[in-house]
């Protein structure tokens, strides 16, 4: 995610985006040719090193996982001369642990932009509909929202859904069900479940 605080209240662990970071460092302007110079460098760096997690994702080895994380060290810890730069650089360093969760967790996304646009989508219909009425109001609204969503990431047609569980046919699977069987065809957790 991009680091803001209410997502600290849902997981312990928490990945941070390495996309929504390396946007902190695109909004860095510097006048000053050489300092221009400095960040282009940089960043050249930066996606470099999110390349190499990307691979790392797909073939993870403990060999690996120390390479990077040393190599994350030597990337974070260099002082450039232009402050703004340094002191970007000082920030992303102290998220190491969530910057790399997927070091330890290789099934972990490390840009989680479809989060957010879920995310958005919630904010843009609050706007839209100027909010709800009633706390119940509310729980129903966020109750068919992530139904909506939930089953539409995973190709459940919503209104069958609805209707089979209000009907009390309960021909479909639970989504409970549907979201654990995909998740243990795409071994997710998997390596949550070996942590030790």
């Given amino acids: 995610c991009d680091d803001a605080p209410q997502f600290k209240l849902v997981t312990q662990q928490l990945a941070l ?3 929504h970071d390396g946007r902190l460092y695109k909004k860095l ?9 400095l960040l282009d460098s940089f960043l050249d760096k930066y996606w470099d090193f999110y390349r190499q997690l990307l691979e790392y994702r797909d073939n993870p080895t403990p060999e690996e996982h120390l390479r990077l994380d040393n190599e994350f060290d030597e990337l974070f810890s260099k002082e450039t001369g232009y402050d703004a730069l340094d002191q970007r650089i000082a920030k992303t360093k102290a998220k190491k642990h969530s910057m790399l969760l997927v070091l330890d967790h290789p099934e972990i996304p490390l840009h989680n932009n479809p989060a957010e646009l879920g995310v958005r989508k919630r904010v843009r219909k609050r706007v839209v509909s100027f909010g709800t009425r009633s706390n119940d109001g509310t729980n129903a609204w966020d109750t068919f929202n992530t139904l909506s969503a939930t089953a539409k990431k995973l190709g459940v047609n919503f209104y069958d859904y609805i209707y089979d569980r209000i009907s009390g046919a309960y021909e479909m699977p639970a989504m409970a069900d549907v979201i654990t069987q995909r998740a243990k065809a795409l071994q997710l957790g998997a390596s949550w479940d070996a942590a030790p």
């Fill in 29 to 37: 302007d510097p006048c000053v040719p050489g300092h221009r110079q």
């Fill in 17 to 19: 985006c390495w996309v």
